[in-house]
């Protein structure tokens, strides 16, 4: 059974940090590129960020950047999220998805397994 399992998440004031963990099981975590991804609420589905299979390649949408981090340690099937200088804009329920083969895709459709998400709160 494929599981994609989001942890980490909770309430922070603004300028604080996270570190978002997303445990995986059930395929091979090495042919898979890793995605994080949040919803607001009232709003679509966001791409944050990606890391290529083998964590040899991160990408970041514009605006997390320099903020955000993704970082994955394939011997654990474990992928990583750390956000830095958090605001209330950031509240968002955040996801981790897989994507078959090497390279990142910011496409929802090109992610095949999804996790449960994990909340994260922002208060000003």
């Known amino acids: 059974e494929v599981q994609l399992v989001e942890s980490g998440g909770g309430l922070v004031q603004a300028g604080g940090s996270l570190r978002l963990s997303c445990a995986a099981s059930g395929f091979s975590f090495d042919d898979y590129a890793m995605g994080w991804w949040r919803q607001a609420p009232g709003k679509e589905r966001r791409w944050v960020s990606c890391?290529?299979?083998?964590?040899?390649?991160?990408y970041y949408a514009d605006s997390f950047e320099g903020r955000f981090t993704i970082s994955s340690h394939n011997a654990g099937n474990t992928v990583y999220l750390q956000m830095n200088s958090l605001k209330p804009e950031d509240t968002a329920v955040y996801y981790c998805?897989?994507?078959?083969?090497?390279?990142?895709?910011?496409?929802?459709?090109?992610?095949?397994?999804w996790g449960q998400g994990t909340q994260v709160t922002v208060s000003s």
């Open positions: 890391i290529s299979s083998g964590g040899t390649t991160t």
């Open positions: 998805a897989a994507s078959w083969g090497y390279s990142c895709s910011g496409s929802f459709y090109e992610y095949d397994y």
